[in-house]
């Protein structure tokens, strides 16, 4: 499969179900459809969340990272034709590391690799880095349910 360079959030939208407020990537730079991705998202002072997180010392909240490394993750499978635009769902987030608070100005750059991708279910992880320092992390399972539900094993009457 060709590789996908240079996806805005407009792109991304036509991959995965994510919408603002709640869409937390800028841009794909690189995608090898079942294989990996790399994409960033800058996080700016007047996003929603500073204020409330912490007025006295604002930072990323943990599941804004949680979320903006799956969003990269996500774009590792549906890239695939096939999987284009379908909706996932967590089935687990392992050994999330937080390592270093993420302020108001800086660039999350997130690297996905897909170790797994069978019958809907996904295995794979994620790195974030500001400035080539890596900040955060996480093992992902996540499920693409419209095409689990096909392996159901079905009832006898």
Same mark, same amino acid.
């Given at each position: 499969?060709?590789?996908?360079?240079?996806?805005?959030? /407009?792109?991304?939208?036509?991959?995965?179900?994510?919408?603002?407020?709640?869409?937390?990537?800028?841009?794909?730079?690189?995608?090898?459809?079942?294989?990996?991705?790399?994409?960033?998202?800058?996080?700016?002072?007047?996003?929603?969340?500073?204020?409330?997180? =912490?007025?006295?010392?604002?930072?990323?909240?943990?599941? /804004?990272?949680?979320?903006?490394?799956?969003?990269?993750?996500?774009?590792? =499978?549906?890239? /695939?034709?096939?999987?284009?635009?379908?909706?996932?769902?967590?089935?687990?987030?392992?050994?999330?590391?937080?390592?270093?608070?993420?302020?108001?100005?800086?660039?999350?750059? /997130?690297?996905?690799?897909?170790?797994?991708?069978?019958?809907? =279910?996904?295995?794979?992880?994620?790195?974030?880095?500001?400035?080539?320092?890596?900040?955060?992390?996480?093992?992902?399972?996540?499920?693409?349910?419209?095409?689990?539900?096909?392996?159901?094993?079905?009832?006898?009457?």
């Amino acid at each position: 499969m060709d590789k996908l360079y240079n996806l805005n959030a /407009i792109d991304i939208q036509e991959y995965q179900q994510n919408r603002y407020p709640l869409l937390f990537v800028d841009m794909i730079t690189e995608a090898c459809p079942g294989q990996y991705a790399n994409g960033f998202k800058n996080f700016t002072y007047n996003e929603w969340f500073f204020p409330a997180h =912490f007025k006295d010392e604002p930072n990323v909240p943990g599941f /804004i990272q949680i979320e903006s490394l799956t969003q990269v993750f996500l774009m590792t =499978f549906l890239t /695939i034709p096939e999987y284009k635009g379908k909706k996932t769902g967590f089935v687990s987030v392992k050994n999330a590391r937080f390592k270093k608070p993420i302020l108001p100005g800086e660039r999350l750059d /997130i690297e996905a690799v897909l170790e797994a991708f069978s019958r809907g =279910f996904a295995k794979g992880r994620a790195i974030g880095y500001v400035n080539e320092h890596e900040v955060c992390s996480i093992q992902l399972e996540i499920a693409v349910p419209e095409v689990m539900k096909r392996y159901i094993p079905k009832r006898g009457k």
